[in-house]
């Protein structure tokens, strides 16, 4: 059938799934309309013969004759309605939209009515975006939730900066984030108990300029301000990843590396094993950096080797650049059988073990003590440094002094 006739029929509810925006275009561009002279067959009701007036077309822009059922439809609706109108979606569609209205001695009180429908402003509203998005005079659905979704990403973004920055300045300038009442809703009004340095930070920021976290903590729900402990705690994590994501990026392009450790008791209780890599960066450059602390439950030498090789590898350094190990004294740390050293470098056997220099002058100065006149010598040196920190008089003679016969000396503490 040519597309400047098409026919309703070819929009009865079996066809409409099918319909594509193609389709529709050409149907809404170029739907058959029956000329003014047109002579529409005539219906018998009640005695009474009626036929379609071409004048409705004019009253109802939305109207459309169909030859093949002598019927009129709502070529709006039919493209665009669903199958069940109404609250609730019960009520199923009828004539006009999926058949045809052919009662024409009440076509004036069915085409008003269906003009009022809620379903019917649905569609006409649909056929105006239709054709806006044909035209390119807006975006598709998909494209308009593609662009908000970014939309939102892009918001969010803004306001979790600000969040992040404030805790990286806290981890910066070793303040703590923590307070007494740092849970719950947020206020921009300074609160009756004190919330901690990252909740008083913020309220600072967003009262100083900051209108990107101000909306935020302004117009989010307050399950969702990314303001908790737990957010904290994993934005400090993924920050803590990073910097050692970097170092290890870093250890690994210097070619050869040694790893230090030590394991000392927390104040929970747990064994914390340091781990610390020393080798050249690209400046040439010594560095010593940490890297993490790992758990340690079992301190047997085996066991603690096991951690540290896979600690290594779980962090990336590469192994093969591994020349040199440093810990304490200790049998399980340094031993030649069984020690954490002698496993590793069975491994490794580039990984030469140096005891550590800052432990022998531990144990040096340790041992040391059992001389007297060491020992006295350390306890004079330990009441001279009271003398002049306790008494004020002193202390001021002292500085005097200083700046007297030895001005270019400097205070370090």
Not at 1 to 30: A, H, P, Q, R, W
Not at 173 to 190: A, H, T, V, W, Y
Not at 257 to 286: H, M, P
Request: glycine share 6%.
């Amino acid at each position: 059938m040519d597309i400047g006739t098409v026919s309703i029929k070819l929009f009865e509810k079996k066809n409409y799934t099918s319909n594509n925006d193609f389709f529709k275009t050409n149907v809404m561009n170029f739907l058959y309309v029956p000329t003014a002279t047109y002579d529409f067959p005539v219906r018998e009701f009640n005695g009474k013969k009626l036929k379609f007036q071409y004048q409705w077309f004019q009253k109802w822009n939305w109207l459309s004759y169909s030859k093949v059922f002598d019927g009129a439809f709502c070529k709006y609706c039919v493209l665009f309605c669903n199958d069940y109108v109404g609250k609730g979606s019960h009520e199923n569609i009828g004539s006009l939209v999926a058949n045809p209205f052919i009662k024409w001695k009440d076509a004036i009180e069915k085409c008003t009515s269906h003009s009022k429908a809620d379903y019917h402003r649905f569609c006409i509203n649909a056929v105006d975006n239709f054709s806006n998005v044909v035209n390119g005079k807006m975006n598709d659905v998909a494209t308009q939730l593609i662009s908000q979704r970014k939309q939102q990403r892009n918001e969010n973004r803004l306001a979790l900066k600000p969040i992040m920055e404030t805790i990286i300045f806290c981890g910066e300038q070793e303040i703590p984030l923590r307070g007494d009442n740092d849970s719950g809703p947020f206020s921009l009004q300074k609160p009756p108990n004190k919330d901690g340095k990252f909740r008083a930070l913020l309220r600072f920021r967003a009262n100083s300029g900051d209108n990107n976290l101000k909306k935020h903590l302004l117009s989010c729900q307050q399950n969702a301000n990314y303001l908790s402990p737990t957010i904290d705690n994993e934005i400090i994590e993924i920050c803590g990843n990073l910097i050692t994501k970097k170092l290890v990026t870093a250890i690994n392009k210097s070619g050869c590396f040694s790893i230090l450790c030590d394991e000392t008791l927390d104040v929970s209780g747990i064994e914390q094993l340091s781990l610390c890599a020393r080798y050249i960066n690209f400046k040439n450059q010594l560095r010593e950096d940490f890297l993490c602390f790992i758990p340690a439950y079992d301190l047997t030498g085996e066991n603690l080797a096991n951690l540290i090789l896979e600690k290594c590898e779980l962090l990336g350094l590469d192994m093969s650049n591994l020349v040199g190990q440093g810990y304490d004294g200790a049998g399980k740390m340094s031993g030649e059988f069984n020690g954490v050293q002698s496993r590793i470098w069975q491994k490794y056997p580039k990984a030469m073990f140096v005891h550590c220099a800052a432990h022998r002058l531990n144990l040096a100065l340790s041992s040391s003590l059992s001389i007297s006149s060491v020992r006295n010598s350390l306890s004079v040196i330990k009441d001279v440094i009271n003398l002049f920190r306790n008494n004020a008089l002193a202390g001021h003679t002292l500085k005097n002094n200083i700046s007297k016969y030895v001005p270019e000396s400097k205070r370090t503490r």
